[in-house]
């Protein structure tokens, strides 16, 4: 389905050279898969949906177990890699595994395994799989080992797979790398990238390295599978129960409406597949999240109006010469235009001397209420109140020297010198503590809120008097 004319070929060479009799049968699956078009032997085949080119520059780092961006994929798209091999017992069945299904894969092998088994190379690539690399010597310590070793080890491993290539290397090795046991190093990665080597972590593995089941394999990848939706799923082309678990995960993919997408690197003459920064994200921001995205202003039709209409006379009416402006009335819960006539009174509010028809106020209105007039005897006490005393003239102001007129001026010292002014006028040598005037400020207190000018005069009034009932 993807490049037949290209895969073609190089399928049937691979299934001439294969001497094996327990690969003989996938060899010709895989044969007449590939001879015809979009693999007519199996129609029931997964198939490789589509091949996107990725430019490792660009994105140096992918993998959401590790990185924050992964594949450009879609929903339900899954990359297949396979790593540490090639190892021709279990690789081989891999191989034809795929083959039968028409899918092609990304494969990371390993420098040593490459010098051991250079052929497994050359069959990765007549099959049209992706060629990267896995270090010379798998060591699990690329995390903390001298970066000058973890050079060593990357470039051997490019260097060990290229041999088994031969002369079209160049063109066949990918720039992609996978760090054994994904132990990253930021230095690692830094080298990788000088390099234009895109450093592949991946989205789900299925613990296929681990002692387990073949059934256990399946069952961690199609549920790591079904709770991203998409991604790079881990495995390992060596291992037995990875070559038993993988026909029964193809086959849940197949039934469960997953596609599978061949990744190659971007070269000058394949441009990059097209993709937006967010296609590299898992989970792209949603469109409730906000982001830079503005709504265009409206193009309104006045927009392109270099002036409004002037209004008219006829808008305006009113009485008296006085401009009032015409509404229209207008009911909005029937959306219909109401009678001019309706809303408005039809007599005025007012008329030209409202003040002739108001009532005029009667003299009472302005009337204030008289206060207790004191008695003659009374008024004769207070006249000298206004005379010159002998203490000293408070400096407060006025209210407050008014004789004690107000709360501060009975308490405070310039009031009590007021209040014994007019005692010494009532013959009272001299002030006393238990004079009541000292207890009548209390006693005389106010409610709150009331003026002082309203119980001034009472106080003063019973104050007089006591002194003159205790002088007499
Ligand atoms: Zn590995």
Redesign the pocket.
């Known amino acids: 389905m993807i490049r037949k004319a290209l895969v073609g070929p190089r399928m049937r060479q691979w299934a001439v050279s294969s001497a094996a009799l327990s690969l003989a049968l996938f060899t010709c699956i895989a044969a007449q898969a590939v001879s015809a078009a979009d693999c007519p032997g199996n129609p029931d085949a997964l198939g490789t949906s589509r091949t996107i080119v990725v430019d490792p520059r660009q994105h140096p780092r992918i993998g959401t177990m590790q990185y924050a961006e992964t594949l450009p994929l879609r929903d339900h798209e899954v990359v297949l890699s396979f790593?540490?091999g090639p190892l021709p017992r279990n690789s081989n069945q891999i191989l034809a595994i795929l083959a039968a299904q028409c899918i092609k894969a990304n494969f990371?092998a390993?420098g040593q395994m490459a010098r051991v088994y250079p052929e497994g190379i050359r069959k990765l690539r007549d099959a049209g799989h992706t060629i990267g690399t896995?270090t010379q010597n798998?060591p699990l310590t690329m995390n903390r080992m001298p970066i000058e070793r973890a050079k060593a080890e990357i470039d051997d491993g490019i260097a060990s797979v290229k041999a088994a290539l031969g002369d079209d290397a160049d063109k066949t090795l990918a720039p992609f790398f996978?760090i054994?046991?994904l132990e990253r190093a930021t230095a690692v990665e830094d080298y990788l990238a000088s390099q234009g080597i895109q450093t592949w972590s991946a989205d789900f593995p299925a613990d296929d390295?681990r002692h387990i089941s073949s059934q256990r394999v399946y069952d961690l990848a199609i549920q790591r599978i079904e709770a991203k939706g998409k991604g790079i799923l881990l495995l390992?082309d060596i291992q037995a129960r990875t070559v038993a678990a993988l026909p029964r995960i193809l086959a849940t993919l197949k039934a469960r409406g997953y596609h599978i997408v061949h990744v190659v690197a971007a070269t000058p003459d394949r441009p990059a597949t097209p993709t937006e920064p967010q296609q590299w994200l898992m989970h792209p921001p949603l469109e409730t999240v906000a982001i830079s995205h503005w709504p265009k202003v409206p193009n309104f039709a006045v927009a392109d109006a270099d002036a409004l209409a002037a209004p008219a006379l006829s808008d305006f009416t009113g009485k008296g010469g006085e401009l009032v402006p015409l509404a229209e009335p207008f009911d909005r819960s029937s959306h219909r235009p109401l009678s001019r006539a309706t809303p408005w009174p039809a007599a005025p509010l007012f008329t030209d001397s409202a003040a002739a028809t108001l009532p005029v106020p009667a003299l009472t209105v302005f009337e204030i209420p008289e206060l207790p007039h004191p008695t003659a005897e009374t008024v004769a006490l207070l006249a000298p109140r206004s005379e010159p005393t002998p203490l000293p003239e408070p400096k407060s102001p006025p209210a407050a020297a008014n004789g004690g007129n107000s709360r501060r001026a009975i308490r405070g010292k310039s009031g009590r010198g007021k209040r014994l002014t007019a005692s010494q006028e009532l013959s009272s040598p001299e002030p006393s503590t238990q004079e009541p005037s000292s207890q009548a400020p209390s006693s005389q207190k106010p409610p709150r809120g009331t003026p002082a000018t309203a119980h001034a005069r009472p106080v003063r009034l019973k104050h007089l008097v006591q002194a003159k009932r205790r002088n007499v």
Do not use: A, L, T, Y
Request: charged share 25%; hydrophobic share 25%.
């Open positions: 790593d540490d990371f390993i896995h798998h996978r054994p046991g390295w390992h």
